[in-house]
């Protein structure tokens, strides 16, 4: 079964860090985060792929927010820093199976889920 474990998640002050991870069980040909605020749609925030490294990021994030893979642990990371108030949503991990065509910010081209850990930043 399937399993991807997101942890990381809490409440920082602005302009704090933290550090999200999330784990899985197996092999995935790309890694993603995504996160959803209260009312809003649920957009990208980075994308890794596991075969060439290369790194995707939202606009809003860069320079901020760093995503990394650890292969040997079949986990993924998103280092945040410098919060925002903004930054506020559940932050959830996703991965891809195979090339997919779509963008990695477009949350159909992948094929698992974790559950989510709550990043809440306050000013």
């Known amino acids: 079964q399937v399993q991807l474990v997101e942890s990381g998640g809490a409440s920082v002050q602005a302009g704090g860090s933290l550090r999200l991870s999330c784990a899985a069980s197996?092999?995935?040909?790309?890694w993603g985060w995504f996160r959803q605020a209260p009312g809003k749609e649920r957009e990208g925030v980075a994308a890794?792929?596991?075969?060439?490294?290369?790194?995707y990021y939202a606009d809003s994030v860069k320079g901020r927010f760093t995503i990394s893979l650890d292969n040997a642990k079949n986990t993924m990371y998103l280092q945040m820093n410098n919060l925002r108030p903004e930054d506020t949503a559940m932050y959830y991990c996703?991965?891809?199976?195979?090339?997919?065509?779509?963008?990695?910010?477009?949350?159909?081209?992948?094929?698992?889920w974790g559950q989510g850990t709550q990043v809440t930043v306050s000013s």
């Open positions: 197996s092999y995935y040909w790309a």
């Open positions: 996703a991965t891809k199976l195979r090339v997919s065509g779509r963008k990695w910010s477009d949350r159909t081209g992948y094929n698992y």
């Open positions: 890794i792929y596991t075969g060439s490294g290369r790194t």
